[in-house]
């Protein structure tokens, strides 16, 4: 099986990957070869790439004549059709009168016949001189495909031009990702310490005033002694969170984020401690 070329839309092939037909110049796209194509024919210089093609398809063939050692009745007979084939050639893009005349000095043209095969060296010239030409149209071409395709993409909404995988490039993960709507809060460590401390201290104070209600003995008060704890559940729970309020710059230890949220969650209420 023969190996798959790919290439990014936005890269730009090379003018010998148009000539040659690579398959990364046959990929649809703004710099492909269908679009050079219609470009060239937009600016009357389709000349220049078909000259370049019969000519490499005419060395090409001459040279399979060339390696040839003897000759043959087949051997004379493609001799003949590579004549016409430079007849062709000569006729199309070469005289003076010919339809789609290559843009050429006129003292390179008069050197070839239209009835005699050139020499090998003299046809590379002549090439050497058109690829120069087709060359500048395509430079021409890549430097108008991409003013029009980022005009394109500046015409574009905001969040359509940035692509998706950029979102996520300054974050670890995807979570890492927060919206405006929902609330997180990020307890430090030095106040689940105090809330730890805090909710002791109201686990021992409830246990206390539930033992004096049934006149059982605590772990701070020996059997029959009177206990000196408080008897109000409301004054012990609101020691518990003066204990709280009084820890210093407890308030500066939430820091809320407002991550995204997507349109189907409700927005989440406030935490509170």
Not at 40 to 48: I, Q
Not at 143 to 162: F, K, M, N, Q
Not at 166 to 192: C, E, K, M
Not at 229 to 236: A, D, F, H, Q
């Amino acid at each position: 099986m023969p190996p798959v070329h790919f290439r990014l839309p936005g890269v730009v092939p090379s003018l010998d990957e148009i000539v040659c037909s690579e398959p990364c110049a046959l990929q649809p796209g703004p710099y492909s070869k269908a679009a050079f194509v219609d470009f060239l024919r937009l600016s009357h210089c389709a000349e220049n790439l078909d000259f370049v093609w019969d000519v490499d398809r005419y060395l090409e063939r001459f040279c399979q004549q060339e390696a040839v050692p003897f000759l043959d009745d087949e051997t004379i007979l493609e001799n003949l059709r590579l004549v016409r084939l430079w007849t062709l050639i000569y006729d199309t893009y070469i005289c003076r009168t010919a339809p789609r005349e290559v843009n050429v000095p006129g003292k390179l043209l008069a050197r070839f016949l239209a009835h005699v095969l050139p020499d090998h060296k003299e046809v590379l010239v002549l090439r050497k001189a058109v690829y120069e030409l087709l060359s500048a149209n395509y430079n021409d071409f890549v430097t108008s495909a991409r003013e029009h395709h980022a005009h394109h993409i500046l015409c574009r909404r905001p969040l359509e031009a940035v692509a998706p995988e950029a979102l996520l490039q300054d974050h670890d993960s995807p979570h890492d990702v927060l919206s405006p709507d929902t609330i997180f809060h990020i307890i430090s460590p030095d106040l689940l310490v105090q809330w730890e401390k805090t909710l002791e201290t109201y686990e021992m104070l409830k246990l206390a005033s539930s033992c004096e209600s049934a006149g059982l003995p605590t772990r701070n008060n020996s059997a029959g002694a009177a206990s000196t704890r408080p008897s109000s559940r409301g004054s012990s729970l609101g020691s518990v969170f003066d204990n709280i309020r009084e820890y210093s710059g407890w308030k500066k230890t939430v820091r809320k984020l407002r991550p995204r949220r997507s349109s189907s969650e409700k927005p989440a209420d406030d935490m509170s401690l």
